[in-house]
């Protein structure tokens, strides 16, 4: 098969996935980010849904492209994906996602701009390893149907 036919997830299984995604996310960061930040419960929770509904947009955006990409140049589905290649793919979501949320915290809690830096990335490094660890299981739990995929290439 082609890079040009590689296979990309279908509009459902990448809802499921994004949705799956956000909801543990928020189940995950939300406590500690309370007893970290003083922020109390309602209002850390509100922030982090709103950034987790910007982040599934994002989601949505950069997993396609970055696949689209992926299998362009390799040949191989996001499933496929190599360990480099998954670095690689969850730093550049929180890198991206970053930049919109830093300003968003700062607003949101009233805290300094450093402040909401270091929450900011804090929360960036708890879920880049949550996205690497998420984004592998998924991929082993719902692979993407179809023919196998020839790796052109390992990394």
């Given at each position: 098969?082609?890079?040009?036919?590689?296979?990309?997830?279908?509009?459902?299984?990448?809802?499921?996935?994004?949705?799956?995604?956000?909801?543990?996310?928020?189940?995950l960061v939300t406590p500690?980010?309370?007893?970290?930040?003083?922020?109390?419960?309602?209002?850390?929770?509100?922030?982090?849904?709103?950034?987790?509904?910007?982040?599934a947009l994002w989601n949505?955006?950069?997993?396609?492209?970055?696949?689209?990409?992926?299998?362009?140049?390799?040949?191989?589905?996001?499933?496929?994906?190599?360990?480099?290649?998954?670095?690689?793919?969850?730093?550049?979501?929180?890198?991206?996602?970053?930049?919109?949320?830093?300003?968003?915290?700062?607003?949101?809690?009233?805290?300094?701009?450093?402040?909401?830096?270091?929450?900011?990335?804090?929360?960036?490094?708890?879920?880049?390893?949550y996205a690497f660890g998420?984004?592998?299981?998924?991929?082993?739990?719902?692979?993407?149907?179809?023919?196998?995929?020839?790796?052109?290439?390992?990394?």
């Amino acid at each position: 098969m082609s890079a040009a036919k590689s296979l990309l997830r279908s509009l459902p299984d990448r809802i499921r996935q994004v949705a799956l995604f956000e909801v543990g996310g928020l189940l995950l960061v939300t406590p500690p980010f309370v007893w970290l930040s003083g922020v109390g419960m309602v209002d850390s929770f509100a922030l982090l849904a709103t950034i987790a509904l910007i982040a599934a947009l994002w989601n949505t955006g950069y997993n396609t492209a970055f696949d689209w990409v992926e299998g362009r140049l390799s040949g191989r589905t996001a499933d496929l994906r190599p360990m480099r290649w998954r670095v690689v793919h969850a730093l550049g979501f929180e890198a991206g996602l970053l930049l919109v949320s830093l300003p968003i915290i700062a607003a949101w809690t009233g805290m300094s701009w450093l402040d909401a830096l270091i929450a900011d990335i804090g929360l960036a490094i708890t879920y880049t390893a949550y996205a690497f660890g998420f984004n592998l299981a998924y991929d082993r739990l719902f692979p993407i149907a179809g023919p196998a995929v020839p790796c052109l290439a390992q990394d």
